[in-house]
Structure formats: structure tokens, C-alpha cells
T-cell receptor
């Protein structure tokens, strides 16, 4: 079993819709969870970090964490074409520990 | 704040030569830096953990004699790819652990170095 799993996509949504990205992880001791956005040929950019169960909102982005189910998700509201990228779910034991990345989900927002 | 730079951004070298990549935390001190490698259409794979003043910890399957890591100061870590071969061609990305605006520690990624071995 891979440590961090994501649907590879591609996930296509129309402009203005909600994009929902999902991630599961296998290591129960993980305490830090991250969503990164990566444009082609560029380095990953941190969008959200979440450490506690529940929802965390930042602008158009909402991260959801359920440690009991070992599940993390990212919702992007009012999706824009500029949101088209690969979204990487990442997990670590602590916020300063090594980060294990999932394979990424490719998102395409159609104008 | 929390800017990480890498140099060079792109490098092309001949098979058998060595290449050094620098990772710098510009406005914070990082006792820990990480080196990742990303092949086309794949995710980031951790290569090693670099701690200032001590030997790097390599992930399983990564040759420590081929990928030399030096973390000589709190703001600089270097990765040297020795005797590079075409299969070492990849996107190498470093990250540095620093304290974010909310006080929690987070990883900040450098812009990456595209290595092409001919």
C-alpha cells in the first residue's frame, strides 16, 4: 500500500464550479497535512496546511481532515482556469519532518 | 519572508561529470533541509534529509556516494551529483524548514533545478 494515495485524474470542472480533490494516507501517526499546487515545470507551492480534524478555510480553498478515516480533502470554490494544475497531497509526522507526497491529481478548469 | 533559492535553475552536463546544486534559505535559518527528485509526470520523491553540521540521512535506494549532500551552514545545503548519467536527468527540488507566520514550522520549497545529462 502506498503511503499517500490520490486519484491521478485528470479531473475536469467548468469554470465557477467546485473542484473536490481527495487523498488518503496510511501512517496513522501522521499529524501534519499539506496541499501543494504545482504548475508544469515549476516547483510546488503550498496552498494549505491542516493539523486538526475538521475544516480549514482560506479564501476559495477549504481543506478537510478526518484522522479516524485517514482522509484529507481540498475543495476549490469558484474554480478558475488559473487553478488548472497538479495538486499534491502531502503528509508528515510533524510540520518539520520529511514530507511524503502523493502522486498528485491533475485538475483542468474549463472556461 | 521564507524564501528559498536554488542555483543553478538549469544545468546541462556531459555523462561522467559532476554537478553541484545549491539550496539557500534567504531570510531564515534552516537546521533541516530536504532534497527531492521529480521525474516527468511523477510526484516528488524524497532523496535525503540534510541537517546542519551532521551527515545527511538518505532514503532507501538513494546512493549516498553518488548524491553527496553537505549542509555546512544554517542557510546553505548543497547536492552534488557525481559521475552523472543520463538517467540522473531530473528536476531536483530542495526545501527548508522554517517558522511560518502563525508560528508553526513549515517547509518552503526552492524553485528547482532542471538537470539534463547528455
Amino acid at each position: 500500500q502506498k503511503e499517500v494515495e490520490q486519484n491521478s485524474g485528470p479531473l475536469s470542472v467548468p469554470e465557477g464550479a467546485i473542484a473536490s480533490l481527495n487523498c488518503t494516507y496510511s501512517d496513522r501517526v501522521s499529524q501534519s497535512f499539506f496541499w501543494y499546487r504545482q504548475y508544469s515545470g515549476k516547483s510546488p507551492e503550498l496552498i494549505m496546511s491542516i493539523y486538526s480534524n475538521g475544516d480549514k478555510e482560506d479564501g476559495r480553498f477549504t481543506a478537510q481532515l478526518n484522522k479516524a478515516s485517514q482522509y484529507v480533502s481540498l475543495l476549490i470554490r469558484d474554480s478558475q482556469p488559473s487553478d488548472s494544475a497538479t495538486y499534491l497531497c502531502a503528509v508528515a509526522k510533524t510540520s518539520y519532518d520529511k514530507v511524503i507526497f502523493g502522486p498528485g491529481t491533475s485538475l483542468s478548469v474549463i472556461p | 519572508g521564507a524564501v528559498v533559492s536554488q542555483h543553478p535553475s538549469r544545468v546541462i552536463c556531459k555523462s561522467g561529470t559532476s554537478v553541484k546544486i545549491e539550496c539557500r534559505s534567504l531570510d531564515f535559518q534552516a537546521t533541516t533541509m530536504f532534497w527531492y527528485r521529480q521525474f516527468p509526470k511523477q510526484s516528488l520523491m524524497l532523496m535525503a534529509t540534510s541537517n546542519e553540521g551532521s551527515k545527511a540521512t538518505y532514503e532507501q535506494g538513494v546512493e549516498k556516494d553518488k548524491f553527496l549532500i553537505n549542509h555546512a551552514s544554517l542557510t546553505l545545503s548543497t547536492l552534488t551529483v557525481t559521475s552523472a548519467h543520463p538517467e540522473d536527468s531530473s528536476f531536483y527540488i530542495c526545501s527548508a524548514v522554517g517558522q511560518g507566520a502563525g508560528g508553526s514550522y513549515e517547509q518552503y520549497f526552492g524553485p528547482g533545478t532542471r538537470l539534463t545529462v547528455t
